[in-house]
C-alpha cells in the first residue's frame, strides 16, 4: 500500500465507526522515544521517520505536529503521502489539541490506541475537549488490522551486568526505592519506562534500536518485586540471579491481570503520568488511589556512582581513540572524491566496533554534508546520500554503547575551503560550548540557566539555535535520559553531582551548512563559600577540537586557554594508545593557537 491508500483506509475505518478526528503518536506500551519496529506506526502511516511527532487525521485534513528538528525531513518525507507538516512552535507541547478544539463541534469523536498515548497526553486530551461535548475513546487501534506485514516484538536475549561494572546491585536498589515508597506512603509502584526497569534490575538488552532495553513492566508491592518480560530472553542463571535479589518473573503480557486483582483496601500506587500509557491507567481499579509523579528511579540512575562515573571516563578514552582513527582516515581519503555520507558512518562505526566492551551505537550517526548539516536530525538515505567532496563544512554526530558507558559526540570539521563567514559562525558555537562548559553554578541551579549561558555568545551576535543546549546521558542505558535538560523550558529539576549531560549549541544556515559542537559534562562539587556550595562540570568527552576553523579575534584569552588545554588534554590521554602516525596526526591538530 501507497501512503496515500493506508490514509484512504484509515479514513474508512474511522467513518465506520463514527470517529471525526484519529490521533497516532510516536510511543509505544512504554512510551519510549525510540521505538521496536512494531510500534513505528507513523512511519508506516506516513512515511515520517523522526522520533518526535503526532499525525491527526480528520477526513479533510492529515496533518504531522513536529518541531523545528525535522521541518526539512518531513516536508521531504511527506511528498505525496496525503499527510501536511504542521510547524510546533514550542518543542515538546501538544499543539494538536488547540487545532482540534478549533476544528471540532459537539458530539464530535476524538479516538486513539490507548498503548500509544502516556497519561498525561490523554488527561490533556480530555480535559480540554470534554467541555465541548467532545466524546472521547482512547480504546482504538485503527493501524493493527490495515498493517498486514506489522514486526512482531523483540525476541533477542537479555543479560545481567555485574555489580562491578554498575557499582550497585538490584537488593540496593530495590530497598532505596521502598525507602523512598514508605516515605511518600504509597505501597505499590508501577515501572513502564524501559530505562528505568533496566537500570533497577542491571537487566540490559536489544529489544530497541541503539537503546540497550528489554520490553518489560515492573511492579512493586508490599509483599513482592515482581518483572514482567518474556522469560525466554532470560537464561536460568540470570533467572536465578533475579529470584536471589528478591525479583517474582511473570510473563510480560501478565501486568493487565495482575493490575485487576489489586486489593481494595488502602491500596496506593505510584506511577510516572508521562512514561505510564493510559491503556495501563486505565486498567487499575477505580478503588485504588493513584499518586502520579516523577518515577524515583529517574532520578536515582541520574546521579552515577563513582564506579560509573570512572568507567564512563575509560569509556571516553575508547570512543577518542576510535574518533581520531575516523577523522584521520576521513582527511586522508576525502580527496580521492569516493566517500558518501553513508559509507563514512559506517566506517566511524567500524572503529568504533573494533574497541573492547562495545556494544552498538547510541544513536543512528548523523553524517552532514553542507547543506545536510543543517538538519539538526539528519540522516542519510540511499536517495539523500551526499558525495563528500575536499570543500564545505561536514558535520558528525555520532555515539557508542559501551557495557562500560554511553556516548555521544559532534564535531564539524572543514574539508576545504573555508569562508570567514563559516569561521565566525564557528568560533561563536564553540564560544558558547566553553562558556557552558565553563560555568561555576551554585547548587540547586536548573537547567535552562545554563541554557542561557550557553547561548548568550550567539545571542550577542543576533544568532540562536531552535534545539535544547543539553539533555541528560545514561551509564550504557539511553542516549537522552531524564530527568534534567539544558533547555528554554522551566524545568524544575536541579541540576546534581553525578549527572552527565551534553553541551551542544549549533548554529543553521539552511540550504547551506550546520554547526554543532558537543561535549558530554559531569557535575561534580567545586567548592564551598560562605555564599554556599558550587558545583562546576568535568569534561568527559575526548576528542580533538579543529582550530582550523577558529577565528581568534572572537575569542577572550580565557576561551583560548581553556580550547588549549583541551586540546592537550585529549592528546595526553589518547596518544599513549595510538601509533606513530596516529600520535603524529593527533599532535599537529592539538597544536596551541
Not at 59 to 65: E, I, K, S, T, V
Not at 96 to 112: H, T
Request: proline share 3%.
Amino acid at each position: 500500500m501507497t501512503y496515500s491508500e493506508k490514509l484512504a483506509a484509515i479514513r474508512s475505518l474511522m467513518e465506520e465507526q463514527q470517529i471525526d478526528a484519529y490521533i497516532i503518536p510516536s510511543a509505544d506500551p512504554h512510551i519510549s522515544e525510540y521505538l521496536p519496529d512494531r510500534y513505528k506506526c507513523i512511519a508506516y502511516a506516513s512515511g515520517f521517520t523522526g522520533s518526535a511527532g503526532t499525525l491527526v487525521i480528520t477526513q479533510d485534513f492529515a496533518g504531522l505536529w513536529t518541531d523545528s528538528r525535522y521541518f526539512v525531513q518531513a516536508n521531504e518525507q511527506l511528498a505525496n503521502s496525503g499527510f501536511e507538516l504542521v510547524k510546533l512552535k514550542n518543542q515538546g507541547v501538544a499543539e494538536y489539541i488547540d487545532w482540534l478544539q478549533e476544528k471540532l463541534v459537539r458530539g464530535n469523536k476524538v479516538a486513539f490506541d490507548g498503548k500509544l498515548a502516556s497519561v498525561s497526553i490523554a488527561k490533556q486530551l480530555i480535559d480540554e475537549l470534554q467541555p465541548s461535548k467532545i466524546l472521547i475513546d482512547g480504546t482504538i487501534d485503527l493501524i493493527e488490522s490495515i498493517w498486514q506485514d506489522r514486526p512482531i516484538l523483540p525476541t533477542e536475549s537479555a543479560y545481567l551486568l555485574e555489580e562491578s561494572i554498575v557499582g550497585e546491585n538490584t537488593t540496593s536498589k530495590l530497598t532505596r526505592l521502598r525507602k523512598y515508597l514508605e516515605k511518600i506512603k504509597v505501597n505499590y509502584h508501577l515501572i513502564s519506562s524501559l530505562d528505568d526497569i533496566a537500570w533497577l534490575f542491571n537487566i540490559r538488552g536489544s529489544d530497541v534500536k541503539c537503546n540497550p532495553v528489554v520490553l518489560s513492566f515492573a511492579l512493586l508491592t508490599p509483599e513482592s518485586t515482581i518483572l514482567f518480560i518474556d522469560q525466554n530472553k532470560l537464561s536460568e542463571q540470570y533467572k536465578t540471579l533475579l529470584r536471589e535479589q528478591g525479583v517474582e518473573l511473570l510473563d510480560y503480557h501478565g501486568l493487565e491481570k495482575t493490575l485487576d486483582n489489586l486489593p481494595a483496601n488502602e491500596s496506593t500506587i505510584l506511577l510516572d503520568p508521562k512514561r505510564t500509557c493510559y491503556a495501563i491507567y486505565s486498567q487499575i481499579p477505580q478503588y485504588v488511589k493513584i499518586v502520579e509523579q516523577l518515577n524515583p528511579t529517574t532520578k536515582f540512575k541520574s546521579l552515577k556512582n563513582a564506579i560509573e562515573a570512572e568507567h564512563v571516563r575509560q569509556t571516553m578514552i575508547k570512543d577518542g581513540i576510535a574518533l581520531t582513527r575516523f577523522f584521520k582516515w576521513l582527511e586522508e581519503n576525502v580527496v580521492a572524491g569516493a566517500l558518501t555520507e553513508i559509507n563514512i558512518a559506517e566506517k566511524l562505526l567500524s572503529f568504533r566496533q573494533e574497541q573492547v566492551g562495545f556494544v552498538n551505537e547510541s544513536f543512528d550517526t548523523i553524517a552532514g554534508y553542507k547543506e545536510h548539516g543543517a538538519l539538526p536530525h539528519y540522516k542519510a538515505t540511499e536517495g539523500s546520500n551526499a558525495t563528500l567532496q575536499p570543500n564545505g563544512l561536514l558535520l558528525i554526530d555520532s555515539g557508542g554503547q559501551y557495557q562500560t558507558g554511553t556516548t555521544d559526540i559532534t564535531r564539524v570539521v572543514s574539508l576545504g575551503d573555508l569562508s570567514d563567514a563559516e569561521k565566525v559562525d564557528y568560533t561563536l558555537v564553540l564560544k558558547g560550548m566553553i562558556e557552558g562548559s565553563t560555568t561555576v553554578y551554585p547548587k540547586n541551579i536548573r537547567g535552562y540557566q545554563i541554557d542561557a549561558i550557553t547561548r548568550r555568545p550567539l545571542w550577542e551576535r543576533l544568532r540562536n539555535y531552535g534545539h535544547g543546549t543539553g539533555h541528560g546521558v545514561g551509564f550504557f542505558l539511553n542516549v537522552h535520559e531524564g530527568p534534567q535538560v539544558f533547555n528554554a523550558s522551566n524545568v524544575d529539576i536541579t541540576i546534581e553531582e553525578g549527572m552527565i549531560t551534553s553541551i551542544e549549541p549549533g548554529l543553521y544556515r539552511e540550504g547551506r551548512y550546520g554547526i554543532r559542537i558537543e561535549n558530554l559534562v559531569l557535575s561534580v562539587l567545586d567548592q564551598e563559600t560562605e555564599f554556599g556550595e558550587f558545583m562546576a562540570f568535568e569534561t568527559l568527552t575526548l576528542c580533538y577540537i579543529d582550530t582550523n576553523l577558529v577565528d581568534k579575534s572572537l575569542l577572550d584569552q580565557k576561551h583560548i586557554d581553556w580550547l588549549n588545554q583541551y586540546n592537550n588534554m585529549v592528546y595526553e590521554r589518547l596518544s599513549v594508545h595510538l601509533d606513530g602516525d596516529e600520535k603524529q596526526w593527533l599532535s599537529n591538530k592539538t597544536k596551541v593557537i
